[in-house]
């Protein structure tokens, strides 16, 4: 099958999230983000936006953290792009210096996060309270990320955004101005309770929304309300584009590795729980066969290793540690990356079978 890339440059943002940790998100997040870029030429911004910053721990050397975290930092995080906002302004300090893709193992220029996100919730849960009474600065911060957006829009073909679990403010603003959700899943009850708890959040947070835009109208006019960025068609974004089933254990059976039933069980419900929760937001029809983007089997020691090299999985070479089964391990995480990748950029619309 020969496959063609699309032409242009339309910047489209793809957040990882799923209401339950310890799914493998910010692995397979980092690694689909790398393997794009280097395999498939996308040009990739990559912003982690986790309190607890494991995008980027995975990305940049212990040795450079204190430049990003010390009591003298030299380096830009997501929390100096926030901090107008995080001062009482609307707007977002851009900041010309990533950690670039050309410094690192990953091949994407990186935002890097930072802990402090989980102290500023409040000021995004007043701005979006504001938001939901038609005030202009309410919409403008809630909306920060529509900003980033434009701003990076002729640079970058995709911008992958790592979050935490938290079914709060933050993601809240986050996820109402991306274009595509990928949710990992855990092979556990936990993460389909997480499924249905995600579904009745967003729907909640969508409806106020769409109350609030008529409110904006109402109290500002057509003209102020569209001279900003904001988002006024809340129905074309938060659009579900692919699942994947994360960290599961396989045993050797008569006819071939599977998981073991303890797993199986959980596994076979996924498909069903999301489109039961998740139907209202999945993107051109898709199926639910076209959304499950490939499971990844737990691959034991490769993601530790990973972390120390600060390397992409499907890279990790001799050189970072890779000894004897583990060679093999790399050449399948790599083949099932590449499938995830393919079928993806397939949802999307940007690569075509011909």
């Known amino acids: 099958m020969k496959y063609s890339m699309k032409a242009g440059r339309i910047l489209k943002i793809i957040t990882y999230f799923n209401n339950k940790g310890g799914v493998g998100k910010t692995t397979l997040a980092v690694n689909v983000a790398s393997f794009m870029a280097t395999h ?10 986790d309190p607890q910053a494991n995008s980027t721990q995975m990305m940049v050397p212990d040795q450079f953290w ?12 997501i929390m100096n792009f926030l901090s107008p906002i995080i001062e009482g302004d609307s707007g977002l300090n ?18 890097p996060g930072h802990p402090g996100l989980s102290v500023i919730e409040d000021i995004f ?23 980033m957006k434009q701003h990076y829009a002729s640079t970058y073909d995709y911008m992958f955004i790592d979050v935490g679990p938290s079914l709060g403010a933050l993601n809240r603003s986050i996820l109402l101005n991306t274009d595509f959700v990928v949710t990992p899943m855990g ?11 995600i579904s009745t959040w967003i729907k909640e947070w969508m409806h106020s929304y769409r109350r609030a835009v008529h409110v904006l109208y109402d109290r500002h006019g057509s003209q102020s309300a569209e001279k900003y960025l904001f988002n006024l068609d809340i129905d074309k974004t938060t659009k579900l584009i692919g699942f994947s089933i994360q960290q599961y254990v396989t045993r050797t059976f008569a006819d071939g590795r599977r998981p073991i039933a303890a797993y199986e069980s959980i596994i076979i419900q996924v498909p069903e729980a999301i489109e039961k929760h998740l139907n209202y937001l999945i993107y051109n029809n898709l199926t639910i066969e076209e959304l499950n983007l490939g499971d990844v089997p737990y691959l034991y020691s490769l993601v530790p290793l990973a972390q120390a090299s600060k390397s992409p999985m499907y890279s990790l070479v001799r050189g970072d540690g890779v000894v004897g089964g583990q060679t093999s ?26």
Do not use: P
Request: glycine residues 8%; aromatic residues 12%.
């Open 40 to 49: 498939f030429g996308k040009k990739v911004l990559f912003l982690d936006a």
């Open 125 to 147: 849960s007043d701005a979006w309270n504001k938001s939901l009474g038609g005030d202009i600065g309410g919409f403008r911060r809630t909306n920060w990320l529509r900003q």
């Open 66 to 77: 204190l430049d990003y975290y010390g009591e003298r930092a030299s380096k830009s995080t």
């Open 94 to 111: 851009f900041i010309d210096e990533l950690y670039m893709g050309t410094a690192n193992r990953y091949n994407v220029d990186l935002i």
């Open 329 to 354: 391990s790399v050449k399948k995480y790599k083949e099932i990356l590449d499938s995830i990748t393919r079928k993806l950029l397939k949802n999307m619309g940007d690569l075509n079978a011909d």
């Open 187 to 197: 092979s556990d009850i936990f993460s389909l309770i997480g499924v249905s708890n």
